[in-house]
């Protein structure tokens, strides 16, 4: 079992290899100014296609950005969650392992949103109340394949029924699916932002569920 976990280790540091690869791609590959303000975009061939095949929808934009709100839910539902466990046992040895270590994982999704924030890869395909801003990775691409697989994994660890698991997990899943596309097909991103974003998520997820199952080897 022990070396079935560390496959996830290796895994998820493919994935995160895979991810500066694309990026450094993306930085030297077909960059053209194709974007407003004459920006420049890696890719520029193929992210151009793809963005007038799909072309503007900013209704679709705004729902997935009000519904970003959900994962954040998740993210202070287990951070209180975490905070009764310290307070009911009057010591925070006492918090969930888990717990912990979800903490740990949020704090790192957050500061690499602020990474790319001040480190701009490229500029969205549109303004946005007329300000250019960054679009790599998408950030809402991240936020949401990385909360709410996580919250999946948690919940499932702590719900007993099968059905409701089932029907949890059919949420999650189709909440998550629908973000991702929506947000891909809204076009307020480059169709290199959605899978940057979709990498470096499927890594930091991996690298979680590797750390995550540590204690079992441990205790």
Avoid at 60 to 65: H, K, N, V
Avoid at 106 to 131: D, H, K, Q, S
């Amino acid at each position: 079992m022990k070396k079935e976990n560390q496959k996830y280790f290796f895994i998820a540091l493919l994935l995160i290899f895979a991810f500066v690869l694309w990026t450094i791609l993306i930085c030297f590959v077909d960059v053209r100014k194709i974007g407003p303000k004459e920006s420049e975009v890696g890719f520029a061939l193929v992210n151009g296609f793809f963005h007038n095949l799909t072309g503007i929808n900013m209704r679709l934009y705004i729902i997935t950005d009000w519904l970003s709100l959900i994962p954040f839910c998740f993210i202070i539902g287990f951070a209180l969650l975490g905070l009764i466990q310290w307070i009911k046992h009057k010591s925070i040895k006492k918090v969930d392992y888990s717990i912990f270590i979800l903490g740990g994982f949020y704090i790192v999704v957050m500061a690499l949103f602020i990474l790319f924030e001040i480190l701009v890869i490229n500029y969205r395909p549109v303004l946005i109340n007329g300000i250019l801003e960054a679009s790599y990775p998408s950030s809402t691409t991240m936020l949401v394949m990385c909360v709410m697989p996580t919250s999946l994994m948690q919940l499932n660890n702590r719900i007993h029924n099968k059905a409701l698991k089932k029907c949890i997990a059919f949420l999650i899943i189709t909440f998550t699916a629908f973000m991702v596309i929506g947000r891909l097909i809204s076009g307020v991103h480059w169709l290199t932002d959605i899978i940057g974003g979709a990498l470096l998520s499927a890594g930091l997820i991996t690298m979680y569920y590797y750390v995550s199952n540590l204690q079992c080897f441990y205790q």
